[in-house]
């Protein structure tokens, strides 16, 4: 199986900065990378797919980058409603398809 | 509107069974791969099963594997998970999501429907 690895685990910013979060894959993975966030007792919610596309709906503050086994989700200017924890997810066949182990983010 | 809702959950003894449904409505069931994932309290997401749209081919993760079974009934929109032979660390939030194909990601996810196993 295709391990994810996220980092940090946790992370303390403010609002208005700029956040990067890393998501590594045990082997090549293209771009079959999705990134979601989820806010406490809520289902996750779709950010990016494919690495780098937008999921309609979602601020463009959010953007992804990679590919192969290295990717970054970056939110350009934290807002109040970005604190939450981060999963990226590949979806690379065939299953499983494996998540990270989240990135907590909190407010400073 | 895309809708995904699951039911079924609750509390069960350990070594019991439980049924849980995703109740899928407001686009084409039948063309969309389906998936469960789950969410231990306090932990991070696991992937669990997935079946394809026609219900021919599904996938098990090993920590299920022979005590879960992934079904769907697409004359009812109606995604399954019977789950046998439960322990504790199978109490989680058990989330249906949609995939439309291999170059899709997971869209739409389900509210989710908690799972305790105790005595």
């Known amino acids: 199986d295709i391990q994810m690895t996220q980092s940090p685990s946790s992370l303390s910013a403010s609002v208005g900065d700029r956040v990067t979060i890393t998501c590594r894959a045990s082997?090549?993975?293209?771009?079959?990378l999705n990134w979601y966030q989820q806010k406490p007792g809520k289902a996750p919610k779709l950010l990016i797919y494919?690495?780098?596309s937008l999921q309609g709906g979602v601020p463009s503050r959010f953007s992804g980058s990679g590919s192969g086994t290295d990717f970054t989700l970056t939110i350009s200017s934290l807002q109040p409603e970005d604190f939450a924890t981060y999963y990226c997810q590949q979806s690379y066949t065939p299953p499983p398809y494996t998540f990270g182990q989240g990135t907590k983010l909190e407010i400073k | 509107e895309v809708q995904l809702v699951e039911s079924g959950g609750g509390l069960v003894q350990p070594g019991g069974s439980l049924r849980l449904s995703c109740a899928a409505s407001g686009f084409t069931f039948s063309s969309y791969a389906m998936h469960w994932v789950r969410q231990a309290p306090g932990k991070g997401l696991e992937y669990v099963s997935a079946i394809s749209p026609d219900g021919v081919s599904k996938y098990h993760a090993n920590s299920v594997k022979g005590r879960f079974t992934i079904s769907r009934d697409n004359s009812k929109n109606t995604l399954y998970l019977q789950m046998g032979s439960l322990t504790t660390e199978d109490t989680a939030v058990y989330y249906c999501a949609r995939r439309l194909g291999p170059t899709h990601p997971f869209d739409y996810w389900g509210q989710g429907t908690l799972v305790t196993v105790a005595s």
């Open positions: 082997q090549t993975i293209s771009t079959y």
């Open positions: 494919a690495a780098s």
